[in-house]
């Protein structure tokens, strides 16, 4: 055994020692004087920024301004309004060169399992949807998903991501898209190994997060890092609410009144990602044909096992029961998360399934009620509306699209065998 090292506990305290002491102390009490003022000081009420911890460069929205154009006076929901800049996590903070390697990973299919999928086959970066067309993604080789491929356009504002709300980070959600058994299928030491061969990763990865190799837990990073750059630009209604009154139609404007009105939409759509970030139950239709194709049946059990339900809903469930897989409470089942509705109109189909093709197919059923659940929402209830009033929400919707966001598929890094120095 080694003789243990003098510490310096061991050294006796010089005078030096007792001016840093005081030093540190009257710093100390400095800032707890400080912050008091700042805090309760004149004047600190009216400065007080909103609470934005770290601001993205990439986001092209403006600050969160509450709705000027209409205010709704005594709705009790909050006001639909510009997304505020994008918050970055303080453990993983934006940087240029982070969200740069988090592109080359978004679109390198090395990191699945056969090599055939990234996360750009399922959320595709060409089209401005961020999500692929089929109702039902497809899945890994072989299988197919049992849900939608949502859009990550907006992902960075949720607190909860996917439909069910299962993942409390993109960081989180990333893993699981990588890993999960119908989506990448990938081992992460695998792709750990993958990427080590890969001479330009590990020069990026020891540039961005100082890694003597490329580490499974810093590629989820850079991913979300990428994934937070991919916010909604140059919305019509955004600018809508900060003044510009010809912004959109005058179809639009009577959609609005609607939305936030008789239709009342802005029940669960609400705030500045126009979702209340929260979990209700419509009634939407089962996907048809679900229950009759063989590779969406096996995917659907085997997520039951997954998701660890009893035996009896194991047995017995022919629906996806949404929030109740991750709470296990009956009045969950069939819940899902509201989606936030900026650049709906590049993310068809829509609800968790796919089950609408268009805007006016949703439209009509909220128009009808919702549909069929003995746990549907209260809030759904027939809304009687004409048909030119349909075209009007629907019009409001086509007015949240902004800019298609469009992100060329990157030039990847190739393999390339390590010389004898291990380099
Ligand atoms: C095989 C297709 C597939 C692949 C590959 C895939 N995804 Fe997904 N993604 C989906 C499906 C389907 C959902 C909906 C899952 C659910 O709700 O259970 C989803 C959901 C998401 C969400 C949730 C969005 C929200 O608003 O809740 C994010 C974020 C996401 N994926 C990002 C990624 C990233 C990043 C990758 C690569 C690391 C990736 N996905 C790979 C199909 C895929
Ligand atoms: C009770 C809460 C609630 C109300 C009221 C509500 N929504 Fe929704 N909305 C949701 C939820 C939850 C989903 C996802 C449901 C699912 O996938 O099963 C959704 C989905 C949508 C979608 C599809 C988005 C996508 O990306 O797939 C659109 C469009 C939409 N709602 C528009 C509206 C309009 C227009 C109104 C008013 C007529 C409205 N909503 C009223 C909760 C609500």
């Known amino acids: 055994m080694k003789d243990r090292k003098p510490s310096w506990a061991d050294r006796p305290v010089t005078p030096l020692d007792l001016a840093l002491f005081a030093g540190v102390l009257a710093l100390l009490l400095g800032g707890v004087i400080g912050a008091v003022w700042l805090i309760f000081g004149p004047g600190a009420a009216a400065e007080r920024e909103p609470a934005a911890e770290v601001v993205t460069p990439a986001a092209p929205a403006e600050e969160g301004e509450e709705a000027a154009a209409e205010p709704e006076a ?27 390697l988090g592109r080359l990973l978004y679109f390198d299919t090395r990191m699945s399992g056969d090599g055939s999928l990234s996360c750009n086959s399922c959320h595709p970066a060409s089209d401005g949807s961020w999500g692929i067309a089929s109702p039902i993604s497809f899945g890994y080789p072989g299988s197919t998903h049992w849900r939608n491929a949502s859009t990550i356009i907006n992902s960075a504002y949720y607190t909860h991501l996917n439909w069910d709300g299962s993942a409390p980070s993109l960081e989180r959600q990333n893993n699981g898209a990588w890993t999960g058994a119908v989506a990448g299928n990938v ?19 020891n540039e961005v997060f ?41 179809e639009a404007r009577r959609g609005y009144e609607l939305f936030t009105g008789r239709a009342n939409c802005i029940a669960c759509h609400n705030g500045p990602l126009i979702s209340d970030d929260s979990f209700h139950n419509l009634g939407v239709p089962e996907y048809p044909g679900f229950q009759n194709n063989p590779l969406n049946q096996i995917t659907f059990r085997f997520e039951q096992w997954a998701k660890g339900v009893p035996d009896e809903i194991y047995y017995t469930a022919t629906r996806d029961l949404g929030l109740y897989y991750i709470t296990k409470q009956e009045e969950d089942m069939g819940r899902f998360r509201t989606p ?46 004409t048909a030119q009033e349909q075209a009007d ?31």
């Open 74 to 100: 005594e709705s009790p929901y909050p006001p639909l309004a510009v997304l505020p800049p994008v918050p970055f996590p303080l453990d993983n903070p934006y940087t240029p060169e982070k969200a740069e």
């Open 187 to 205: 081992d992460p030491a695998m792709a750990e190994e993958r990427l080590a061969q890969v001479p330009e990763y590990v020069r990026l990865f």
């Open 210 to 250: 100082g890694d003597e190799y490329p580490t499974y837990m810093h590629a989820l990073m850079a991913v979300a890092t990428f994934q937070r750059t991919i916010v909604s630009r140059n919305v019509p209604f955004d600018a809508y609410l900060q003044g510009d009154e010809n912004a959109i139609s005058e």
């Open 340 to 385: 936030g509705l900026r650049d709906v109109c590049y993310t068809a189909p829509y609800m968790h399934n796919g089950v609408f093709a268009t805007l006016e197919e949703v439209v009509a059923f909220y128009n009808a009620g919702g549909g069929d659940d003995p746990n549907k929402d209260p809030l759904m209830q027939p809304l009687n509306l």
């Open 393 to 423: 929400l629907v019009a409001f919707l086509e007015s949240l699209c902004g800019d298609r966001i469009i992100v060329e598929a990157p030039e990847l890094p190739p393999y390339a065998p390590w010389d004898m120095e291990g380099n």
